[in-house]
């Protein structure tokens, strides 16, 4: 008996950081067959020949299941705009940006995986969430599909919540990352090793796995320690910095009602 496996076939349109990690997920899923990326410049998406034809030009793509729009937010109106009539669903991969943006496309999603990702690590998209949204059940089916396929976490998320969900993310990762960055550097200056911290960090990611953030808060911001707090913003010199100290533990003494 011929057993006909049937592909979901898959045009990646930009050729960056998500991009990069998408073609090599793609590639190696079983059910899903990467025909094709596009960028602007030829010269930035060489690499991505080791999984499939590459091209410049946006009149010359392929025919898809699904293009994935993968370039800057600024730029997804302009590139949507601008490609040719398809017969397939479009989807961006952003986070902050409106499904309504695709709008002159018939087939339309989003297709927003929920995690940061860098061309240093790998990551492991099993445990990325997925989040999906189309008007069209079909096309919902469609990208459920291929989320499915290297994901454990789906959800179907409407450009609202996703908007919300974008805010949260930028303060659970973008912010606490700026403030890693500024602790590092703070040791730094006074020949402290970063790994010191290292411990804690993880203690405090991990943490909230079993207790809710809420209840989790310690530090002198929460204690009402004001003698302390005093001390740190003296050894602040920077201005923005002793702002953003000041800002942060008001933000955490009226979370808890204490009066500073
Ligand atoms: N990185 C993340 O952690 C992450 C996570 C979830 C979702 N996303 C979403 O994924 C999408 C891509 O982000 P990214 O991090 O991969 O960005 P990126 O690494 O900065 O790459 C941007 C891509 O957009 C292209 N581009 C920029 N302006 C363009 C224009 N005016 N016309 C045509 N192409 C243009 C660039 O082309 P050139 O190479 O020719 O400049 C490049 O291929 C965004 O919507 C982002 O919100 C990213």
């Known amino acids: 008996m011929i057993t006909f496996v ?6 990646l349109i930009g050729g960056g950081n998500l991009a990069g990690h998408l073609a090599s997920v793609f590639s190696k899923t079983a059910g899903l067959q ?9 010269d930035k998406i060489k690499s991505f020949e080791k999984f499939t034809e590459i091209t410049d030009d946006i009149h010359a793509l392929v025919k898809a299941d699904l293009y994935f729009i993968c370039v800057s937010d600024i730029a997804i ?12 669903l479009v989807v961006h991969t952003s986070g902050a940006t409106p499904l309504s943006v695709l709008n002159t496309h018939t087939q339309r999603g989003v297709w927003y995986p929920l995690q940061s990702f860098t061309t240093h690590r790998v990551p492991d998209f099993k445990e990325i969430p997925i989040c999906i949204e189309s008007h069209n059940p079909q096309d919902l089916q469609l990208l459920k599909q291929v989320a499915e396929l290297i994901s454990n976490a789906v959800y179907e998320i409407d450009s609202n919540q996703r908007m919300q969900l974008h805010l949260a993310a930028v303060l659970v990762n973008n912010f606490v990352n700026h403030l890693y960055y500024l602790g590092f550097d703070f040791l730094e200056q006074h020949q402290l090793p ?6 804690l960090i993880k203690e405090t990611a991990m943490r909230i796995h079993e207790v809710d953030p809420y209840d989790a808060q310690t530090g ?19 201005d923005t910095q002793k702002a953003l100290y000041k ?4 933000s955490i003494t009226q979370t808890y009602g204490k009066k500073l």
């Open 6 to 11: 049937v592909m979901i076939q898959i045009v």
């Open 34 to 42: 990467l025909v094709q990326v596009y960028n602007r410049k030829l």
């Open 77 to 88: 109106i302009e590139v949507s705009r601008n490609l040719p009539h398809l017969n397939g």
């Open 194 to 199: 970063a790994q010191i911290l290292f411990p």
């Open 220 to 238: 002198p911001a929460k204690r009402g320690d004001i003698p302390t707090m005093t001390r740190h913003l003296n050894l602040i010199e920077d």
């Open 247 to 250: 800002l942060i533990s008001h």
